[in-house]
């Protein structure tokens, strides 16, 4: 039918302009790939320093942005100019990802002809292996942070323990709404990336302190606040915050005694490794912590080999000459 609105050629892509591309790739990312909303926020960063890349250099269209130009952005990133301090690795491979991804999707969608992203290397970021702390420093995080009895000592205690009890991102903690709980057979139903559910068991030490927090505590938050479902709650009766949950594990660790390499992903870090070295299989603790990917889990193999190496050269009698 003539003037119906047809898709985008490669012949239109040349008036397409970059902006509207990411604004097309971030949709599909949403709404077709249902991407983490974290993810979405950082990719959505990214791709803006992107675009401002390109206006810079007058790059106006999808197809007029080549190897060199992506290349070029690539080391801009990693050298960083008077306004914009470099990135590290990491930071450089979530925004290269972000990039490619962008231009993968111009190429899917019929937009370019070629992806131009493909013909450009950068070096992968260093491997960092997890950081875990022993059960003994665990244990003195988990005392301290209920040591005062109050309600909300109460509730930072189970927030912890369920952390390490169940191995959750605290996004995932604080995501938890009371109907999520099944303490009658000590499971949890976890929401993790891009709304993939999973069911877990909690430990009973995790089970408890949830018990006593949901019967002790959390009531009277309630009440101070709107009748919030979510299990964790804030003084004033508000669903908890990432970042208050954040400084629940601050202070709990500042209290224990523990303030270096603590981070929000510790508990969930120390769970796994501690699952691995009491020998449960890699691809069950894949489960648990909700890795689409086995080689995202197997990370953690390697911090439970420089323990058996570490344990070895220090009790084996021919370890060392």
């Known amino acids: 039918m003539a003037g119906a609105a047809g898709p985008v050629t490669v012949a239109a892509s040349r008036r397409l302009d970059p902006a509207a591309a990411v604004r097309s790739y971030l949709d599909h990312l949403a709404v077709e790939r249902g991407v983490a909303t974290n993810t979405l926020t950082a990719y959505r960063r990214d791709l803006a320093r992107y675009l401002d890349y390109l206006a810079e250099r007058a790059i106006t269209s999808m197809a007029d942005v080549d190897a060199v130009a992506v290349s070029a952005f690539l080391a801009y990133l990693r050298e960083g100019d008077d306004d914009h301090p470099a990135l590290s690795a990491t930071s450089v491979a979530r925004a290269m990802a972000a990039v490619r991804g962008l231009h993968r999707f111009a190429l899917d969608d019929a937009l370019v002809e070629t992806d131009v992203s ?9 491997r960092r292996l997890p950081k875990a702390i ?6 003195r995080l988990l005392e301290a942070a209920g040591y005062a009895g109050t309600a909300l000592a109460l509730r930072d205690r189970a927030l912890l323990e369920v952390l390490y009890g169940t191995g959750a991102r605290i996004s ?19 929401t993790g990336k891009g709304d993939k559910q999973r069911r877990v068991p909690v430990g009973s030490f995790a089970a408890a302190a949830l018990s006593a927090y949901l019967v002790q505590a959390r009531p009277g938050l309630v009440a101070a606040g709107a009748g919030s479902p979510k299990v964790f709650l804030n003084a004033r ?20 005694g523990l303030t270096a390499g603590i ?18 299989d890699v691809r069950v603790v894949q489960e648990l912590l909700g890795h689409a990917s086995i080689m995202t889990t197997q990370i953690y193999t390697l911090v439970t080999v420089d323990t058996l190496r570490e344990v070895y050269a220090s009790a084996h009698p021919r370890a060392r000459g």
Request: charged share 25%.
């Open 118 to 126: 493909r013909e450009v290397r950068s070096a992968a970021p260093p």
């Open 172 to 190: 995932e903690a604080v995501g938890l709404d009371i109907d999520d709980l099944d303490l009658t057979d000590n499971t949890v139903l976890l």
């Open 237 to 256: 009766g508000g669903p908890l915050s990432r970042q208050s949950a954040w400084v629940v594990l601050r202070t709990a660790a500042e209290r224990a």
């Open 263 to 280: 981070s929000p992903h510790t508990l969930r870090h120390s769970f796994a490794t501690h699952l691995l070295e009491g020998g449960a």
């Open 134 to 139: 022993p059960l003994d420093d665990v244990e």
